[in-house]
C-alpha cells in the first residue's frame, strides 16, 4: 500500500508540471470561492485614485470646449485624444512590462502561486455573485428601495424610479457582461499571454469604465481608453458568448444564441457587451435591453436575447451561466492539456 502510494505521489509530481495553466487558472477561481474580493486595500481603489489624480491634472477646461465642436478647439480636441492616449500607457503599461521581464522565470511551482494569486486579484466571480444576491433579496422581499439603492453599485444608469422588472433587467445585463469583463477575460487572456495580458486588460478595463463616457468631459480624453478596450475584448467575447451558447444545447437554443449576438450584438452601443448578453439572454429564454436613462438623459437599445421578459428569479439563472462558462473554459484546458500531456508520453 505504502509503494502504491508512494508510485501515485510520484506520477502526480510528474504530471503537474505539465499541467501548470489547468492548475493556476483552478487555484485562482478556488482562491476568488473562499476568498471573495478583498475587503481593504484593493488594488484597484489605488489604481482608481491615481487615475483620476493623472485625469485632473491633464483632462483641463480647454479639452472639454472641444467636445461643443467649434472651429478653434479642433487643435484641443486631438490634443486632448493624444492626452487620453499618453495618461492611458502610463497607468496601464507599466506593471505588465515589469510582471514579463521580473516575475515570469520562477520554479513552476512558484509560478503557479504567484499566477494565481495574481489572477485571483483579477477576477470577480464570487465579487458578482455578492452584488447580486444584495439585489436580489430586497426585490424578493419587496423592498424596492434598497434593491435601487444596490443597483446603483453595478449599472451607471439612474436608479432612483427603477421598477422591479428594470432592475431585474439591468442586474441580469451586468452580470452578462461583468462575467465576460471580470471573469472569462482574464481566464482567457492568461491562456493567451499569461499574467501580464491579464493585468493589462484588468486595468484597460477599469479606466473604460471611468473615463469610456460619451459626455462633454470624457469624449475626447477617453476616446483611447474606450476603443482599446473594444479592442482587448474582441477575442475574449467571442469565447465568452461560445461558452454561454454552449449551456443552450439542452434545450436546443445555442446556435440561435450565437445568431442573435451577431445580429442583435452588433446593433448594441457596446459590441462585445452586446454579443454576450444577447447570447446569455437568448439560453436563458429572456429579452434584454430596451430604454434607460443616463445622466438625464433616456438612452435606447436594441433588444437582445428571445423570449419572456425577465423577472427577479432570473437573476440567479444569469449567476449560474457565468460560473457554469468559468467551468466549461476550465474543462476545456484540462482535457486540452491532457491530450497534450498524453501525446508527449
Known amino acids: 500500500m505504502a509503494a502504491l502510494s508512494a508510485n501515485i505521489c510520484n506520477q502526480l509530481l510528474i504530471m503537474l ?9 483552478a487555484l485562482a477561481l478556488l482562491l476568488d470561492k473562499m476568498l471573495g474580493e478583498a475587503k481593504h486595500l484593493h488594488y484597484l481603489i489605488g489604481f482608481g485614485w491615481l487615475a483620476n489624480k493623472i485625469e485632473k491634472k491633464l483632462n483641463n477646461s480647454a479639452s472639454r470646449a472641444a467636445f461643443v465642436g467649434k472651429k478653434a478647439a479642433k487643435p484641443a480636441t486631438l490634443n486632448t485624444k493624444l492626452l487620453g492616449t499618453a495618461a492611458w500607457c502610463l497607468l496601464v503599461l507599466p506593471l505588465p512590462a515589469i510582471y514579463f521581464f ?14 494565481a494569486s495574481l489572477l485571483y486579484l483579477c477576477i470577480g466571480l464570487n465579487s458578482l455573485q455578492q452584488h447580486a444576491m444584495q439585489i436580489y433579496r430586497p426585490l424578493k422581499a419587496k423592498n424596492i428601495a434598497s434593491a435601487r439603492h444596490f443597483t446603483g453599485y453595478i449599472v451607471s ?27 472569462i477575460a482574464s481566464l482567457l487572456y492568461y491562456l493567451i499571454g ?30 483611447a481608453s474606450a476603443r482599446l478596450d473594444d479592442v482587448l475584448g474582441f477575442i475574449s467575447g467571442k469565447c465568452c458568448t461560445l461558452l454561454y451558447a454552449i449551456q443552450g444545447l439542452r434545450q436546443g437554443r445555442w446556435l440561435q444564441a450565437i445568431i442573435n449576438a451577431y445580429q442583435q450584438g452588433n446593433q448594441y452601443k457596446s459590441h462585445n457587451g452586446g454579443w454576450v448578453m444577447a447570447a446569455g439572454a437568448t439560453v436563458m429564454g429572456r429579452k434584454l435591453g430596451g430604454s434607460a436613462r443616463y445622466h438625464g438623459k433616456v438612452m435606447h ?38 491530450v497534450i500531456f498524453s501525446t508527449i508520453r
Open 301 to 338: 437599445s436594441v433588444m437582445l436575447g428571445v423570449g419572456k421578459d425577465v423577472t427577479s428569479d432570473d437573476i440567479p439563472h444569469s449567476l449560474h451561466l457565468v460560473s457554469r462558462a468559468s467551468l466549461l473554459l476550465l474543462a476545456g484546458v484540462f482535457v486540452v492539456q491532457l
Open 157 to 183: 444608469r439612474e436608479t432612483s424610479v427603477l421598477s422591479e422588472s428594470e432592475i431585474s433587467r439591468a442586474t441580469i445585463e451586468s452580470m452578462l457582461e461583468n462575467g465576460h469583463d471580470a471573469v
Open 102 to 115: 521580473f516575475l515570469t522565470d520562477l520554479t513552476w511551482y512558484g509560478q503557479i502561486l504567484l499566477d
Open 194 to 223: 499569461g499574467a501580464p495580458l491579464v493585468i493589462l486588460h484588468r486595468f484597460a478595463n477599469t479606466l473604460d469604465a471611468m473615463w469610456g463616457y460619451k459626455n462633454q468631459r470624457f469624449q475626447n480624453f477617453g476616446y
Open 17 to 25: 508540471p505539465e499541467f501548470a495553466i489547468f492548475c493556476t487558472l
